[in-house]
């Protein structure tokens, strides 16, 4: 039995240790779209009590780069901006990233940050766009 493409995801976010100390998980990986989440602790906050600004760019970026990996393979972030919009409160962050257009080399995502309320709801605190480039294999360009 082959491994599936979460599955993969799961072994690839294990293997970084800043996603591993701040908790993350990836929760969808499939062509073209994935999904992280993380529980917010007490040690994600700054001083207002809303999820760090820092934070919700990491679920922002590290989505965004799986989006693209899943249409492109081995990849890195080109670039990347976010639009904070309200401020992350509740008990749970998830980012859902998606391409919006590829080619060879990069390819163009989008993703949505939402805070999870305690009773499940969720509203958008930020929204990300980044250009996600595919690493050369060694002997390519």
């Known amino acids: 039995m082959s491994e599936t493409m ?13 996603s591993v100390l ?31 600004g820092g934070l919700v760019s990491y679920l ?33 962050l998830i980012a859902r990233a998606r391409v919006t257009g590829s080619g060879k080399s990069q390819a163009v995502c989008n993703c949505d940050v939402f805070a999870v309320a305690e009773d499940g709801s969720e509203k958008l605190c930020a929204a990300a766009q980044g250009t996600i480039w595919k690493v050369a294999e060694r002997g390519e360009g």
């Open 22 to 52: 701040l908790g993350a998980e990836l929760t969808l990986f499939e062509e073209g779209r994935a999904e992280l989440a993380l529980d917010l602790r007490p040690e994600h906050l700054q001083q207002h009590g809303f999820a760090h």
């Open 6 to 18: 979460l599955e993969f995801g799961r072994k690839v976010l294990a293997a970084q240790p800043f």
């Open 60 to 92: 922002a970026d590290n989505a965004l780069t799986y989006a693209g990996g899943s249409v492109l393979g081995n990849v890195l972030t080109l670039e990347f901006k976010i639009n904070y919009l309200r401020p992350a409160t509740g008990k749970r």
